[in-house]
């Protein structure tokens, strides 16, 4: 395998996170051709990337001209054999693992370069499960981005126990040069390092407001004012979305059954309600849209 810093990127799926990797992987110059799941979703997901951009115009991180050379850069279809010719493949599809390793199966049959590496944005599952629905395990690494990806400048470098080491050297090689984030190696566990730490925080203040002794705004104070936090738990776990907190709950407590780690009544019931947090416009918190 060739140490090229790729440049071809491959993004399947464009949902909050999938965007925000398109945005940045165009913004750094490089050739991006997303994938969703139907020809009519194509619309929404160039919405969705311009959206991304246009975030950083607002932000005055980039200008008009910026967001217009990066769309230039982006290709959206519907066709998972456009993927052919690409050289790093991202999958951001929603954290269900037999869609994941469905979808690593197809790919790995759809790249023609032997280096290409698949990576997956996984917040909480682990990397050996994916690789090992591919014939190449070895070059299938985890890249877990943080929210919001142009934003946050962490990102989670996973190593399955059969990635290559150039695997793992050339995804340091795209994130810390072109992508310009800041790289921490994690163990290849659910939930990695991070979310790990981060996911029985964010239960334990749903479980207080499941209580009914305090509100979700109190907690949020409670930690903003008091510990000093930059954002309160409930008003996090909006942001990151309510069904993905879910999620990665379930993946930690599959693999440790430690009560911790157990989705809370009231998490389950608002996913069940389709509030979700930030981008469903209510969950804990209300969020204009």
């Known amino acids: 395998m060739t140490m090229e810093t790729p440049s071809r990127i491959g993004v399947v799926g464009c949902g909050v996170m999938g965007a925000g990797i398109a945005d940045v992987t165009a913004r750094a110059g490089l050739d991006v051709r997303v994938v969703v799941a139907r020809p009519g979703a194509v619309p929404a997901a160039h919405d969705r990337i311009r959206g991304s951009l246009g975030q ?151 479980r207080m407001v499941e209580s009914g002794q305090v509100t979700a705004d109190d907690v949020d104070r409670g930690m903003t004012l008091g510990c000093g936090h930059p954002v309160g738990p409930l008003r996090l776990a909006d942001l990151i979305g309510l069904d993905v907190v879910k999620a990665v709950a379930e993946a930690l407590h599959q693999e440790y059954a430690e009560p911790l780690y157990a989705p809370p009544p009231l998490l389950s019931r608002l996913v069940e309600a389709g509030l979700l947090g930030k981008k469903s416009g209510r969950g804990f918190h209300s969020h204009a849209r």
């Open 56 to 206: 950083g115009v607002r932000k005055g991180r980039l200008t008009d001209a910026d967001l217009d050379t990066a769309l230039a850069r982006i290709e959206v279809t519907a066709d998972l054999d456009a993927l052919a010719d690409r050289d790093f493949v991202i999958e951001a599809v929603p954290e269900r693992e037999d869609l994941k390793t469905a979808l690593f199966t197809r790919i790995d049959g759809i790249l023609k370069d032997t280096d290409a590496v698949l990576a997956t944005n996984t917040s909480s599952l682990p990397v050996s499960r994916l690789a090992g629905a591919t014939r190449h395990p070895e070059r299938v690494v985890g890249v877990h981005f943080f929210s919001p990806v142009p934003v946050m400048p962490l990102v989670e470098l996973v190593g399955a126990l059969r990635t290559d080491d150039t695997t793992r050297a050339r995804a340091a090689a795209l994130l810390t040069g072109p992508l310009g984030k800041t790289v921490v190696d994690v163990p290849d566990r659910a939930g990695f390092m991070v979310n790990g730490l981060l996911i029985p925080y964010l239960l334990g203040a749903i």
